[in-house]
T-cell receptor, first 113, second 114 residues
Framework: GDSVTQMEGPVTLSEEAFLTINCTYT??????LFWYVQYPGEGLQLLLK?????DKGSNKGFEATYRKETTSFHLEKGSVQVSDSAVYFC????????????FGQGTRLTINP | NAGVMQNPRHLVRRRGQEARLRCSPM?????VYWYRQLPEEGLKFMVY????????ESGMPKERFSAEFPKEGPSILRIQQVVRGDSAAYFC????????????FGPGTRLTVL
């Protein structure tokens, strides 16, 4: 079945550092890809998405490009802030009709001032 | 436009009791998904419902768990005879009919079984 593998955490960086969180997927067909963010004690918020190969999703300084050839959707940000501390989930949307989301295990990110 | 609402936010039950979790989707959304998040893990799909219909329940445990989305009112996830292993965060997400495939999540219900 479909699956998503994320870079294991936790990840700790200093403020203004460059961030990469790796995400690769296995799927039949051409799923849509998502990054969700979860702040402590809260639900998931959509961060960005891409629906087809070579699409780039971007939001709040974060970017990810849908790479079909490497089945990847790595999350990047050029200069992180303390407020970016959260858990980040990569996910794909099942294309089998139900459009259920398949999530990676999550990467906990901590940014130190 | 209010977001997805879930209640209660926190629920404590003793082993053997029943837990009822409620989800009100965003206005105009007719598709509801339930996911479970065990501690330090990602979310796992449980069930997908449209009004009065269960479309996909492939992620639901075969026993003790049930879900409904009536014509009127919120979607309900019901767990009978809870056990400690049911302790988790349960998230609901909604999607508009025929719309883009972005699911909007509620804040979750954190169930603790003593």
């Amino acid at each position: 079945g479909d699956s998503v593998t994320q870079m294991e955490g936790p990840v700790t960086l200093s403020e203004e550092a460059f961030l990469t969180i790796n995400c690769t997927y296995t799927a039949t067909g051409y799923p849509s890809l998502f990054w969700y963010v979860q702040y402590p004690g809260e639900g998931l918020q959509l961060l960005l998405k891409a629906t087809k190969a070579d699409d780039k999703g971007s939001n709040k300084g974060f970017e990810a490009t849908y790479r079909k050839e490497t089945t990847s959707f790595h999350l990047e940000k050029g200069s992180v802030q303390v407020s970016d501390s959260a858990v980040y989930f990569c996910a794909l949307s099942d294309q089998g009709g139900a459009q259920k989301l398949v999530f990676g295990q999550g990467t906990r990110l901590t940014i130190n001032p | 436009n209010a977001g997805v609402m879930q209640n209660p936010r926190h629920l404590v039950r003793r082993r053997g009791q029943e837990a009822r979790l409620r989800c009100s989707p965003m206005k105009g959304h007719s598709h509801v998904y339930w996911y479970r998040q065990l501690p330090e893990e990602g979310l796992k799909f449980m069930v997908y419902l449209q009004k009065e219909n269960i479309i996909d329940e492939s992620g639901m445990p075969k026993e003790r768990f049930s879900a409904e989305f009536p014509k009127e009112g919120p979607s309900i996830l019901r767990i009978q005879q809870v056990v400690r292993g049911d302790s988790a965060a349960y998230f609901c997400a909604s999607l508009p009919s025929g719309g883009p495939d972005t699911q909007y999540f509620g804040p979750g219900t954190r169930l603790t079984v003593l």
